[in-house]
Each structure stands twice: as structure tokens, then as C-alpha cells.
């Protein structure tokens, strides 16, 4: 029973470029939630998602930044025109429903930009 | 609207003492909280939770919550510090009653010596 899966672990990228981040959840799990996570400054919510609807996008920069949960395949978070600030860690986490259950993690994309 | 404290960003414990991790939290319905710990390089994984019921939660590897409503507090213990227990750990809150995001707080990092 794989958990929830994230690829790349790594991801480089040049100023400019584009970054995607797939996620896919835990088997049963409806709910996919994003994360960015920089150094001594916790996890900050981006975007929360169920199939083919984007639920809650407030965490979101009103630029470059979308995300996506397709009805078949993995979720999608997309940066386009990459600058140093984006690099960060980012988490995608799932839940079978909101509330009392916690979230399972993935392992992270660790995005550098150079 | 909800937010996470979490004082002390390092904690630092000899193997076999007590550990104590303190979050205070607000939220403006009754919240659930949770407890994960990530080790390096890794995702987040859900140590425990509070969500109704008995006030006093126990976790994986012997941790354990207490809800204190009075106090806004859900601090973290376990008896005697192990030196795999070395990570970071991070509450999170999440008011009850329909979808709410999850907070995280800052983290702390635990430090075992041996």
C-alpha cells in the first residue's frame, strides 16, 4: 500500500524555466494538499485540491503558480518563470476527507533554482 | 482564523530524560490538533491526534498530548528521550466543523545527547 508519492525527490532548475511537481496520493485518498517549506519558517499551505477542483487556493502566489488535480493521473504543481525564491521544499500531503484524520505525507520535492 | 506557537525552535535533552515540547494554539471553534515529526530529508509523518474525547492522547514511539483547553495548550512529552527520537516536530491545528486549513507551526528541532 504505497503512500502518498511525490517525484522528483530533486528538481534544478535555471531562472526562467518552468518546475513541475507531481503528486500522487494514498490509495483511497481524495484530498490532496501542498505545502512549501522553507528553513526556520514551518510549512506554509498553498493550495488544497480535490478531483478536477480546486478547493481552497489561498496560499497560492496570485503569479506563476498553478496547480492542478486531474480526474485521472497525479496532481500537478506548476511554477513557471522560476526565480531564486522559489527554492524551497515542497510537500504534498492527502487525507481520505477534511477534518479529524490528519494528513499523509509525501517525502518532498526539494526545488532549486540557479 | 487559527495559528500555532511553538516555543523554542531547539530543544535539547540528554538520552533518557524527559521531553517536553510546548505548542500553544488559537482557533475560534473547537480545533483538532496534531502532532508530527519529520526527519531530515524526509516528509512529515502524524505522530498523534486530538480530536474529541479523552483529553490525554498517546502516540507512536511512547509520545503523548495533552489537551488543555483552559490553557491552549497541547504539549508534547515523552518520559525518557531515545537518540532516534533527534528530529524536528511540528503541531498543527484545525478548526472542527466542515473544511478548515490546517495550520503548522514554526517547529521545533530536538537535539538527544547522548
Known amino acids: 500500500n504505497a503512500g502518498v508519492m511525490q517525484n522528483p525527490r530533486h528538481l534544478v532548475r535555471r531562472r526562467g524555466q518552468e518546475a513541475r511537481l507531481r503528486c500522487s496520493p494514498m490509495?483511497?485518498?481524495?484530498?490532496v494538499y501542498w505545502y512549501r517549506q522553507l528553513p526556520e519558517e514551518g510549512l506554509k499551505f498553498m493550495v488544497y485540491?480535490?478531483?478536477?477542483?480546486?478547493?481552497?487556493e489561498s496560499g497560492m502566489p496570485k503569479e506563476r503558480f498553478s496547480a492542478e488535480f486531474p480526474k485521472e493521473g497525479p496532481s500537478i504543481l506548476r511554477i513557471q518563470q522560476v526565480v531564486r525564491g522559489d527554492s524551497a521544499a515542497y510537500f504534498c500531503?492527502?487525507?481520505?476527507?477534511?477534518?479529524?484524520?490528519?494528513?499523509?505525507f509525501g517525502s518532498g520535492t526539494r526545488l532549486t533554482v540557479v | 482564523a487559527q495559528s500555532v506557537t511553538q516555543l523554542g525552535s531547539h530543544v535539547s535533552v540528554s538520552e533518557g530524560a524527559l521531553v517536553l515540547l510546548r505548542c500553544n494554539y488559537s482557533s475560534s471553534v473547537p480545533p483538532y490538533l496534531f502532532w508530527y515529526v519529520q526527519y531530515p530529508n524526509q516528509g512529515l509523518q502524524l505522530l498523534l491526534k486530538?480530536?474529541?474525547?479523552?483529553?490525554l492522547v498517546k502516540g507512536i514511539n511512547g509520545f503523548e498530548a495533552e489537551f488543555k483547553k483552559s490553557e491552549t495548550s497541547f504539549h508534547l512529552t515523552k518520559p525518557s528521550a531515545h537518540m532516534s527520537d533527534a528530529a524536528e516536530y511540528f503541531c498543527?491545528?484545525?478548526?472542527?466543523?466542515?473544511?478548515?486549513?490546517?495550520?503548522f507551526g514554526t517547529g521545533t528541532k530536538l537535539q538527544v545527547i547522548p
Open positions: 485540491l480535490q478531483k478536477e477542483n480546486i478547493i481552497d
Open positions: 500531503a492527502s487525507s481520505p476527507r477534511t477534518g479529524d484524520s490528519g494528513y499523509t
Open positions: 498543527a491545528v484545525e478548526g472542527s466543523g466542515g473544511y478548515q486549513k490546517v495550520t
Open positions: 486530538y480530536t474529541t474525547g479523552a483529553t
Open positions: 490509495k483511497g485518498h481524495s484530498h
